[in-house]
């Protein structure tokens, strides 16, 4: 099972929005509407933003918005924060492992 | 509130085994799964395997089979990992949280840095 495709890096300035991909297949997240996004501060443990394709949990910032078209889901930042600047990676169900992580992407704040 | 504390780092030679510990508080602890989740220094996210805190049931990453066992102690509330055979590759934080399923992992714990070194 690869790890789901995401990009290296996305920037924004301030008050913009940024989309971030996450490219599967059928068997993960064109299979199921079970993808989850996860922001991580450098040294602290990831934190769940995002869950079944586009549920925010409570507490988490409606600036953040997730949203899927075949096997590609996408987290959207909207009105971009400093705070926001973060590794962010995906996450899918599979038929074959349970889960699998996206790559990883780099958001900067710019 | 949900918490969820691991046990601390730990430095291992090449061949070792090393057993981390998850105690959880704040919820009932067989009404959900634990995964494991493993991050090697500058990489990213690494799922390692769940266990069911309700029946022990497990599932695991292949490329760890016959490398990690699971375990829970329900009397404690504690989830232990341990992997085997340990190899410079498997230096990691390694993170256990709490798995409702349907790919929501929605509490963490705060990792436990592995050094595997000779």
């Known amino acids: 099972q690869s790890a789901l495709t995401q990009p290296a890096s996305v920037s924004g300035s301030p008050g913009q929005s940024i989309t971030i991909s996450c490219t599967g297949t059928s068997s993960d997240v064109g299979g199921y509407n079970y993808v989850s996004w996860y922001q991580q501060h450098p040294g602290k443990a990831p934190k769940l933003m995002i869950y079944?394709?586009?549920n925010r949990p409570s507490g988490v910032s409606n600036r953040f918005s997730g949203s899927k078209s075949g096997n590609t889901a996408s987290l959207t930042i909207s009105g971009l924060q400093a705070e926001d600047e973060a590794d962010y990676y995906c996450?899918?169900?599979?038929?074959?492992?349970?889960?699998?992580f996206g790559t990883g992407t780099k958001v900067t704040v710019l | 509130q949900v918490q969820l504390v691991q046990s601390g780092a730990e430095v291992k030679k090449p061949g070792a085994s090393v057993k981390v510990s998850c105690k959880a508080s704040?919820?009932?602890?067989?009404?959900?799964?634990i995964s494991w989740v493993r991050q090697a220094p500058g990489q990213g996210l690494e799922w390692m395997g769940w266990i069911s805190a309700y029946n022990g049931n497990t599932n695991y990453a292949q490329k760890l089979q016959g490398r990690v066992t699971m375990t829970t102690d329900t009397s404690t509330s504690t989830a232990y990992m341990e992997l085997r055979s340990l190899r410079s590759d498997d230096t990691a934080v390694y993170y256990c949280a709490r798995d409702a399923g349907s790919a929501v992992v929605d509490y963490w714990g705060q990792g436990t840095l592995v050094t595997v070194s000779s």
């Open positions: 996450s899918s169900y599979t038929s074959s492992i349970l889960y699998v």
């Open positions: 079944e394709v586009s």
């Open positions: 704040g919820y009932t602890f067989t009404s959900y799964g």
